[in-house]
T-cell receptor, first 112, second 113 residues
Framework: DQQVKQNSPSLSVQEGRISILNCDYT??????FLWYKKYPAEGPTFLIS???IKDKNEDGRFTVFLNKSAKHLSLHIVPSQPGDSAVYFC???????????WGAGTKLIIKP | GAGVSQSPSNKVTEKGKDVELRCDPI?????LYWYRQSLGQGLEFLIY????????KSGLPSDRFSAERTGGSVSTLTIQRTQQEDSAVYLC???????????FGSGTQLSVL
C-alpha cells in the first residue's frame, strides 16, 4: 500500500506561470513532510520542508501548503522557470528522518 | 569531495553474480542511508547507519542484500546472486545527524541481465 501518493506522473506548465504539485498521504502519524527535486543522472536534492504544526512554509519562489484534515500537501512554484524542470518527490516521516516514505514523483516540464 | 560520492555510476551484471556498490558520504556526517528506486516507483528505504550504533536493516528485501560501514565512513552495499528484479537505481544519502536533511549521491544504475 502506498502511504504517500503523487497521482500526477507529469505536469507541463508555461514559463512564468504557477506550478502546483500535489501529494496525498494516508498515515495520520506523519508529522514532517519534505519535497526533493531530482535532475536526470543526479541524486535528489532537498527543496523545502514543513512540520505538521504549520500549514504553510515559504522559501523564495517555493511554498508548501499542508492540509492535515485532508492529508494533503502541495508545492507551489511561482513564477516557474525553465530550470525548475525536474522530477519532484514528496516524502513524509513520523518521528525519525530515516524512515522517510516517498511518493513516486511528478515530472515537471516548464515550457518556454 | 564536497558531496556524497557513489561508484560505479552504472553496473551491468549477469543474473546470479554478486555485486558491490560503494558510497563515500560527506565527511563528518554520522548518518548514512541506502535507498533503491525501481522504475516508476518512489524511493524504497533499504538500510540506515547512525554512528557506531547497530544499523537498521529493516528495509533490506532479502538475505541476499547486506551492507557495512567501515570506520563510520565508507559504506558498501552487497547483493549476492543478483536477480532481474534487483535492477534499479541504488541511492546513498548522508546527513549530519538522524533528523537532518539528506544529501544524496548520484546513484548506481544496476542492470541485471
Amino acid at each position: 500500500d502506498q502511504q504517500v501518493k503523487q497521482n500526477s506522473p507529469s505536469l507541463s506548465v508555461q514559463e512564468g506561470r504557477i506550478s502546483i504539485l500535489n501529494c496525498d498521504y494516508t498515515n495520520s502519524m506523519f508529522d514532517y513532510f519534505l519535497w526533493y527535486k531530482k535532475y536526470p543522472a543526479e541524486g535528489p536534492t532537498f527543496l523545502i520542508s514543513i512540520s505538521s504544526i504549520k500549514d504553510k512554509n515559504e522559501d523564495g519562489r517555493f511554498t508548501v501548503f499542508l492540509n492535515k484534515s485532508a492529508k494533503h500537501l502541495s508545492l507551489h512554484i511561482v513564477p516557474s522557470q525553465p530550470g525548475d524542470s525536474a522530477v519532484y518527490f514528496c516524502a513524509a516521516s513520523g518521528d525519525s528522518n530515516y524512515q522517510l516514505i516517498w511518493g513516486a514523483g511528478t515530472k515537471l516540464i516548464i515550457k518556454p | 569531495g564536497a558531496g556524497v560520492s557513489q561508484s560505479p555510476s552504472n553496473k551491468v551484471t549477469e543474473k546470479g553474480k554478486d555485486v558491490e556498490l560503494r558510497c563515500d558520504p560527506i565527511s563528518g556526517h554520522t548518518a548514512l542511508y541506502w535507498y533503491r528506486q525501481s522504475l516508476g516507483q518512489g524511493l524504497e528505504f533499504l538500510i540506515y547507519f547512525q554512528g557506531n550504533s547497530a544499523p537498521d536493516k529493516s528495509g533490506l528485501p532479502s538475505d541476499r542484500f547486506s551492507a557495512e560501514r567501515t570506520g563510520g565512513s565508507v559504506s558498501t552495499l552487497t547483493i549476492q546472486r543478483t536477480q532481474q528484479e534487483d535492477s534499479a537505481v541504488y541511492l546513498c544519502a548522508s546527513s549530519r545527524d538522524y533528523n537532518e536533511k539528506l544529501f544524496f549521491g548520484s546513484g548506481t544504475q544496476l542492470s541485471v541481465l
